[in-house]
C-alpha cells in the first residue's frame, strides 16, 4: 500500500470510495441514503425474510456485548432514556407507564376468563362422565397366572 501513496496524484481505494461518498453526498443530499438504503432493505426482506434480519441482530448483539461487555448496555440504555426524557419530558413515561398497566390489566382479565372457562368446560366433562351409563365389563375373561 505504501507504493500507491509514493504516486504524487494516487489515491488509495478508501480514499476514492471516501471522497466519492462525499461528493453524492454534497449532490444529492442525505434523503438520498435513506432513499436507497430502505429500497435496499425491503430487496432484502423480500428475498430472506424477516428471520434474517434477526439473525444479524442477535449475531451483532452477542459480538458488541463480547467486546464491550454487559455494562456498555446499560450504559447506552441510559443515554437513550435521558434523551427521551429531555425531548418528550418527564409526562411521556407517565403516560407510557399508564398505557402499559392498561394492557397488562386486560391480558390478566383475558387469561382470568380462559381459566375460568377452562374450568366450566372440565366440570362439565366429570359431569356428563359421570351421569353416562357404566363401560361394559370386558369380554376377555379372567387372566390366567402359571
Known amino acids: ?14 480514499e476514492a ?5 462525499e461528493t453524492v ?12 438504503g430502505r429500497k435496499g432493505g425491503a430487496t432484502v ?13 442477535r449475531k ?12 456498555f448496555y446499560e450504559e447506552i440504555g441510559k443515554k437513550g432514556g435521558d434523551r427521551v426524557k429531555a425531548t ?6 407517565e403516560e407510557i407507564g ?3 398497566g392498561q394492557k397488562v390489566k386486560k391480558l390478566i382479565e383475558e387469561g382470568k376468563r380462559a381459566a375460568r372457562a377452562a374450568m366450566e368446560k372440565q366440570q362439565q366433562e366429570a359431569q356428563s362422565e359421570a351421569s353416562s351409563p357404566a363401560a361394559p365389563p370386558s369380554e376377555e375373561g379372567p387372566s390366567r397366572t402359571e
Open 45 to 57: 426482506k423480500a428475498e430472506r425474510g424477516r428471520s434474517f434480519y434477526e439473525e444479524i441482530g
Open 17 to 21: 470510495g471516501r471522497k466519492g461518498g
Open 25 to 36: 453526498r454534497n449532490e444529492r443530499g442525505r434523503e438520498f441514503y435513506e432513499t436507497i
Open 1 to 14: 500500500m505504501q507504493q500507491d501513496k509514493d504516486n504524487k496524484g494516487s489515491m488509495t481505494v478508501a
Open 88 to 93: 418528550r419530558g418527564p409526562n411521556f413515561y
Open 98 to 100: 399508564r398505557k402499559g
Open 60 to 71: 451483532g448483539g452477542e459480538t458488541v456485548k463480547a467486546e464491550r461487555g454487559a455494562k
